[in-house]
């Protein structure tokens, strides 16, 4: 069993930046790859971000690719989400995820709460 929790989301305007974190606990968490996902009112679960077991691959989606930055900190059982540039068609509930590394939410097996992030125009 993991327990995900997500903090750092918010209210921003167009153009600022966030970092998120999601603290994971209840499993060995260098042993598995990390995803951030992210679901918009009315929409599907979108696939934003991954990092490998030990942090040296990562992987992004195309709408986030240049302006989202990922990253852990497997001694303090920590996964990051730097944004920065964010736009209004950010705004959405930000999920993170224990799995593979992979872009497909069928990969993962653990999910956290989520946080709302908002951007306005």
């Known amino acids: 069993q993991v327990q995900l929790v997500e903090s750092g989301g918010g209210l921003v305007q167009a153009g600022g930046s966030l970092r998120l974190s999601c603290a994971a606990s209840g499993r060995t968490f260098s042993s598995y790859a990390m995803g951030w996902f992210r679901q918009a009112p009315g929409k599907e679960r979108e696939f934003v971000a991954a990092?490998?077991?030990?942090?040296?691959?990562?992987y992004y989606g195309d709408s986030v690719k240049g302006r989202f930055t990922i990253s852990r900190d497997n001694a303090k059982n920590t996964v990051y989400l730097q944004m920065n540039s964010l736009k209004p068609e950010d705004t959405a509930v930000y999920y993170c995820a224990v799995g593979l590394f992979s872009p497909s939410t069928h990969e993962y097996d653990y999910w956290g709460q989520g946080t709302q992030v908002t951007v306005s125009a």
């Open positions: 990092i490998s077991r030990s942090g040296g691959s990562t």
